[in-house]
């Protein structure tokens, strides 16, 4: 399991960093449109397109990297008030739905990936981009997010284990 993690959390902080110059691309990308089109009346026919793709890739393959570095919106005006304990608890809770729920989606990513394959499926504009490369985003992220919830989960489970209860808490450790 350690060895997994380890593995995983690597390419979560690569696939990161990536995400992080293909941002930087896309904003390039969009910047060129805007000269091309508005001072040279030239429009491209691929950098709309292009920087959509790149924005899926950034924003669904990166997702994992920001819930490993803890910067997901997270709702903690009540949350940061409980007992370490509690927060404990319900992070295990929540990042339980998280597995479910991304296990379900990347099935789902899995399955649209492979009938994009099947059928050779491309995109309905002049760049006939094969659509499984923008659908692999959504398969990677997600089977991605559904290891670092699990990992969450383990994190919490053994942090409730290592809890014992304070003398002035009454039994809650915070």
Known sequence: MKTLRLYVERFNL????????????MGLILAYEVVCRYFFEAPTIWAQETAGYLFMWTMLAGSAYTLMQGKHVRIDLIFEHL?????????????????????????????????????????????RVPMW?????LLLGFVLLTFQFAFIVA?????LRSLK?????????R
């Open 14 to 25: 690569a696939t990161g960093y990536l995400c992080g110059l293909g941002i930087l691309a």
């Open 83 to 127: 007992p370490r304990k509690v927060q404990c608890k319900v992070d295990v809770l929540t990042s339980l739905v998280g597995v479910a729920f991304c296990a379900m989606v990347s099935w789902q990513a899995w399955e649209m990936v492979s009938a994009s394959l099947r059928f050779g499926k491309v995109s309905a504009t002049l760049l």
């Open 133 to 137: 490369i923008p659908q692999c985003s």
């Open 155 to 159: 994190d919490r489970l053994q942090a």
């Open 165 to 173: 209860p304070g003398p002035q808490t009454g039994g809650d450790a």
